[in-house]
């Protein structure tokens, strides 16, 4: 008997429902760009080294090219096209435009997905690799330059606006609600993507 190499689905990108066929290999990148006219996210390695394919899938940040379409069915898929309300850029967004975190753009809408979802991981006080204090009680960890840059590194910019990203993450980060936490985001990661 047999099997199926294709099926019919039902992705929720942007809050809507989109029903598509798509043979069982087909990446979530390759569905979103040729079968839904999706290109804001871009392809670049192809093979999860990049980060230009960043969404967010249930909150949360992912390369899309690595990540199988039929495996996304039934969780909340955001890309770029949705991340503003309406009109009015993501704060994200607002930061990458006021401090230019981009030179040719074609890193941005994955550079902005992830930050949209490094900011939630680090709210919930989720420690990266330079994190100094990393047991849970201690919370969110001050919001460095470096902290910044350790949370991003997945994303490459081949222009090397890294300085205005970092500038960019840090002031989008100061709009998040943080708790009380006033120190969350330091002054020198405001200052200092040096």
Known sequence: MASSTSSVITLKINGEKRTLPVDHRTTLLDALRERLDLTGTKKGCDQGQCGACTVLLDGRRTVACLQLAVAAEGREITTIEGVADG????????????????????????????????IEEHAAGW??????????????PPLTADEIRERM??????????????????????AHPHEGREDAVTDGAREAAV
């Open 87 to 118: 009109e009015r850029l993501h704060p994200v967004q607002q930061a990458f435009l006021d401090l230019d975190g981009f030179q040719c753009g074609y890193c941005t809408p994955g550079q902005i997905c992830s930050a949209i979802g490094m």
């Open 127 to 140: 420690p990266s690799a330079v994190t100094e204090d990393v047991r849970p009680q201690a919370g969110p």
């Open 153 to 174: 590194s997945g994303n490459l910019c081949r222009c090397g606006a890294y300085v205005a990203i970092v500038e960019a993450v840090a002031r989008a980060a100061e």
